[in-house]
């Protein structure tokens, strides 16, 4: 039960077992058109839009499309409320590319009209990055606002929906989004080791000038070589044909059906916990479809009640300290009612031996 990677469905995980195969033939540029135009149809894009694919997790392909998209001499605006939004911060930084760091406080949501005045007075910003699902926290960031601002005020968005692509409402076209990320084995439910970003075709083309500052993520030259079916580097091809699978899978499911699903397994999980007397911090407006992070129950430790429910069959996940003294639980991937109710019934057993024995 920990945010990715998630419980994979049988037919992705038979998919890694197709034939090995080299990466220059055209089954695997077949492979890699497939997996690129089913991430720009999940999120929303029409013609006017491509993907690009990193072999890497989430993170390389925001660390590649945030160190190739910047002209040299301008900024972009961090809204950070959260671990990955002080990620965007941390990326940028390492790149020595200048930003404006908006900091909400982790937990609290993104102040629109100190977003559209920090844009305001600064005509070098040229991009806002943001996160989706602020998976550190649960909390669902409003992509729309955001993007409308964003989108008045002629600046381009850059979005990490790393948790949220596959299950939240996210729609490149009405979102104003022009650097979707996403990545393999959250909501999409598929194997770690394949990022990618949907782009704006225009916004991506726009950038083949500017001097690059990283040879392994540079964007714009894997879609070059993407679009002529010559993949740069050897990418992860069994775990992209397991994407493929995954993909299809969710093409078919459909992106609200699985929020659903994940949202009615939440909501079960949410209501177990606070009928244990348990306390859900966010607000109900702002939490994901999938992860949920609760207070611990008295005199329970995070690190003994892991190992105690990892025995148990479950692995749940932790809270960065910052956030509180809490635990995260998330409904991601190929879960069903009666794992959540099996869950709850070895917390109920965890939690009593645990209590238990501090009483002892
Ligand atoms: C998981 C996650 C990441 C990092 O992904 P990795 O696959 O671990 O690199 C980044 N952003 C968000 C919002 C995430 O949930």
Redesign the pocket.
Known sequence: MN??PVNVHADVRSALTFADVCHREPEVADLMRNVRAATVKIAGGDSRFTSVLLT?????A?EGTLSSVVAPDKRVLVLDN???GE?IATILTAHRIDFVHLEFGWGERIDLGRVRRALEADPDITHVGM??????TGMLNPLRAVGEIVSELNRSLIV?????LGAEELDVIDDHVDWC?G?A??CLEGF?GV?FVVARTEALEAVAGYPPRTLYLDVFRHYQAQESDAPLFTPAVQVLYALDAALSRTIEEGVVARGERYGALSAMLRKGLVARGLEIPLAEDDRACSVTNVSLPDGVRYDELHDALKQRGFTIYGVPERVGNLVRLSTMGQLAQADIERFLTMWDDAVATLQKKAAA
């Not at 890497?56 to 390389?60: E, V």
């Not at 996160?131 to 550190?136: A, I, K, Q």
């Not at 990490?160 to 949220?164: F, H, R």
């Open positions: 945010p990715g890497g997790s989430g993170t390389a925001l959260g671990n990955y990620r996160v989706h699902h602020e998976t550190s990490d929906a790393i948790s949220s990320i990545t084995n959250k770690p990022s």
